[in-house]
């Protein structure tokens, strides 16, 4: 795992210590164990976890400026993007917000034996949380990787930025039709018009893509809806 981390880093372009490649490389061995255990990933060569959740995750740091943001990744499952984000860039307030306890629970062990401080976590639906003050719009970044199509999940993430902050989704190219589906919502929660990026993982063919969402307003008090309406559909 060492030389892969070296390596795909270096591909990417970014700067790592030894104390973070040894951080990562605890990371994979506590989820390799806790798997056994809990559903938390269906990946399990530890190569292809450096490549599709570490590298994956790592990919965000070309793509935005993290440092002192605090950011909320939202259906963090077992940590990604948002530990990975937070090992890579000790600076970031990260809060971890997830609807399953047990998951979460996981995530707070790790960070106590990874030594990662200050790191919040909310227990709960995103779509049910955003409504407390506590967490409405008090984020600069909200990251989501694979938790639902875009319109979902701009829904469930975009009341948790602050005006001027940005929401930062991690997709694959396969959904062509993602980004013009969104847009209505986009713009009625706030958003202005997603920006695209598209690239590829090191030692990876299949193609991502991820969309930054910057928040040009405050999201109506009437949403998020309801989980009912939500998966509707919006017109
Ligand atoms: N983001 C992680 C990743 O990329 O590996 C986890 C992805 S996992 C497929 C989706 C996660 O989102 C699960 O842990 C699930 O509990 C959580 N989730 C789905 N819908 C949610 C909701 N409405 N509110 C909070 N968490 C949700």
């Given at each position: 795992?060492?030389?892969r ?14 104390e ?11 989820l ?47 940590g ?13 307030q ?29 227990h ?33 993430c ?7 902050g940005?929401?930062l ?13 969104s847009?209505p ?10 920006n695209q990026?598209?690239?590829?993982l ?23 809806r ?8 919006f017109?």
């Amino acid at each position: 795992m060492y030389n892969r981390l070296k390596e795909g880093f270096s591909l990417l372009g970014l700067s790592v210590n030894e104390e973070q490649i040894d951080q990562l490389i605890q990371y994979a061995n506590l989820l390799l164990e806790q798997n056994e255990h809990m559903n938390l990933t269906a990946i399990t060569d530890p190569l292809k976890i450096c490549d599709l959740h570490f590298l994956d995750s790592a990919c965000l740091l070309n793509y935005h400026t993290f440092a002192h943001q605090s950011v909320i990744d939202v259906g963090t499952g077992a940590g990604f993007p948002g530990i990975v984000l937070r090992i890579l860039e000790p600076t970031i307030q990260l809060t971890l917000l997830d609807s399953l306890k047990k998951r979460l629970d996981w995530l707070e062990s790790v960070c106590d034996k990874l030594n990662l401080k200050n790191v919040q976590f909310i227990h709960g639906r995103a779509e049910e949380c955003s409504l407390s003050n506590d967490y409405r719009e008090q984020y600069d970044i909200a990251t989501a990787r694979a938790v639902a199509s875009l319109p979902i999940l701009t829904e469930l993430c975009l009341p948790y930025v602050k005006p001027n902050g940005n929401f930062l989704a991690m997709k694959t190219q396969q959904n062509v039709e993602e980004l013009n589906t969104s847009l209505p919502i986009v713009k009625t929660l706030g958003g202005d018009t997603p920006n695209q990026f598209d690239y590829t993982l090191p030692f990876e063919k299949e193609a991502r893509r991820l969309l930054i969402i910057h928040k040009i307003a405050n999201t109506p008090k009437n949403y998020p809806r309801k989980w009912s309406k939500i998966k509707q559909g919006f017109f």
